[in-house]
């Protein structure tokens, strides 16, 4: 393990760095003009409720934002290392993070696999606390291709899917596979929710599939209507994004 890697994941640094980047959340989420989509969702929601919030993965630095004041919420958070720090900012935002591997559809399968039994069965008992669970949706390193595990997740519990896209109008957007975005301060925000999704408990293979591809296209349209409301575009097919160093660039 290199120097520089061994320092990052000391405990003093790892918890420096988390209450860092917290208090630097909490500063984008106060100076940021939020609008919620649809307005007067509350009741809504509160229907809904507990619900797992459906985001694309390059969203989860700002996840916090979409909870309300009356919100439990949960989200999970690899084991490795390299999510201390995350998990520290999370918490302090409010999030309970589950340390375990995420669930993905091939856990029906392998109940083994990467720990995502692990995952799915800490995910469920959070629902079943009526907390709202945070997921991302992605295929593992594909963004923006939604993935069966958010869809199990929905199958096992019997809890909706509602889409969620958070974003601000003045960002930086990071060269990752995953489309990064860190919101900056002094702008405009906004939260859109979108059509709940419901999983039945044993769908056939077309079905699920026609789930699937449906959330995924939900998933899309919130995600555009955010960028829309803060009168921004989502620059993702910009010719840079995909280079192979990561970079990063304030819009």
Known sequence: MSLGKRVIRHPAVQGALGRIAAGYLTLVRRTNRFTVEPAGADPWLDGMSPFIAGMWHGQHIMVSFAG?????????????????????????????VIRASGARGRVVKDAKAKGGAEGLRAM????????????S????????????????????????????AVVTSRHIRFGSWDRACLGLPFGRGAVVFGEAVFVPRDPDPETFEA?????EAEMNR????AYTLVGRLDRVGDNWLGAAAPRAEAA
């Open 68 to 96: 309300r004041p009356v919100d439990r919420v949960a989200t999970i958070i690899s084991k490795n290392p390299d999510g201390n720090i995350n998990t520290i900012a999370l918490e302090r935002m409010g999030v309970r």
């Open 211 to 215: 789930l699937r591809a449906r959330l």
């Open 137 to 164: 949706a992605d295929v593992p390193k594909v963004s923006r291709r939604a993935d069966a595990g958010i869809l199990t997740l929905a199958r096992f519990s019997g809890r909706p899917i509602v889409p969620v």
């Open 222 to 225: 919130v995600h555009d209507r």
């Open 124 to 135: 469920i008992r959070a629902l079943k606390n009526g907390e709202i669970v945070a997921f």
